[in-house]
């Protein structure tokens, strides 16, 4: 009975792990994007605080007026540009487009 028990546990573990990694693999990947490709204007954090955020008054990515917008439109715009943001449609797939919209929201505050 105890042992069953454990077995238990430990393949709850092993589930665990194996579902939570490729997630994990996923932020870590939008995050490293997001540090090459976007921290020169919105910061490392998102908050925009750099000369070009400051310049163009960029709003906190973490902020909930930018968190409010549903994924698609967050996807649209990393996609399509928006005012002075710079369309990314070209240099990068809808993958990695997908992966920045993840690490957009784990900057919400
Ligand atoms: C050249 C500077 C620049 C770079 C690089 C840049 N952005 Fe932006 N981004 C802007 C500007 C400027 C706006 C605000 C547009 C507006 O509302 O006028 C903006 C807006 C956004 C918004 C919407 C936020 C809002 O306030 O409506 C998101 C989301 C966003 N950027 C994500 C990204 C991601 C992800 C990348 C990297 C792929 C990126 N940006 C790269 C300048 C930049």
Do not use: W
């Amino acid at each position: 009975m105890k042992s069953a028990a454990i077995r238990t546990a430990v393949a709850l573990v092993i589930a665990l792990v194996v579902l939570a990694s490729p997630l994990a693999a996923f932020a870590d990947d939008g995050a490293a994007l997001f540090k090459t490709k976007c921290g020169a204007c919105h910061g490392p954090d998102g908050a925009g605080q750099t000369t070009m955020g400051k310049a163009n008054k960029l709003r906190d990515l973490g902020s909930p007026d930018v968190q409010k917008l549903a994924d698609d439109e967050l996807a649209a715009i990393i996609t399509s540009g928006k005012n002075k943001m710079p369309p990314y449609g070209k240099s990068l797939k809808p993958e990695q487009v997908k992966d920045l919209v993840a690490f957009v929201r784990t900057l919400k505050k």
